[in-house]
């Protein structure tokens, strides 16, 4: 007789691998790590990776959808929760560079998954639905200067969050106020060029 499943507790059990996995791929690098390394840092067999996510590159997609949407959804909560245009850009800022490990780890890793993507339609599937979900939010603050040019202007706050979370991986001591603040002053200047005749009022 097959043995019944608890849902829930199958979901806390996949979240758990998953995390494991993902400090796994953060210490070993995407490339490098194993089912086995995956297997020893959460303290399981390499045949209960295998049962739940079938494959290595099962499991490798599963940890950047669960870490990717929820840095997303977390992001998109804070930022709706924000009363003011200038508390929503904060709270997108500290969402995008929250706290120095997790930041490293994060983008350490989301890093080495989009060079892995760039070889593997399925991964780079998964990628896109990451650039999907932050799209969203980038729209939301893009059309805090209006509607017109919207699109361009969430480009150009996406591309302030990249291009400031490559040079936190290069800095070997990086100060986190200091990200968010060139973060915050950015995309205020995005925002601000975006309104037609001044500024938007932050």
Known sequence: MARKVNPIQDRARRAALERAAYL??????YADVTLADIA??????????VYHFGSRAGLLGAVMRRFSR???????RAVRQATTPDDKLRAYVENQFYGVENTRRFYTVS?????AATRDPELMAVQRAFLKESLAVDLELARLAGETGAPGRARLLRAIVEGLSVRFLADPEP?????????????????????EGGGCGM
């Open 24 to 29: 796994a791929i953060y210490e070993r690098g």
């Open 40 to 49: 020893a840092h959460a303290g399981v067999s390499r045949g209960t990776l």
């Open 70 to 76: 929820t840095i997303a959804v977390a992001t998109r």
């Open 111 to 115: 890093l080495d998954f989009l060079a």
């Open 175 to 195: 100060d986190l106020a200091q990200y968010r603040a060139d973060c915050l002053t950015g995309l205020r200047a995005v925002l601000d060029r975006g309104v």
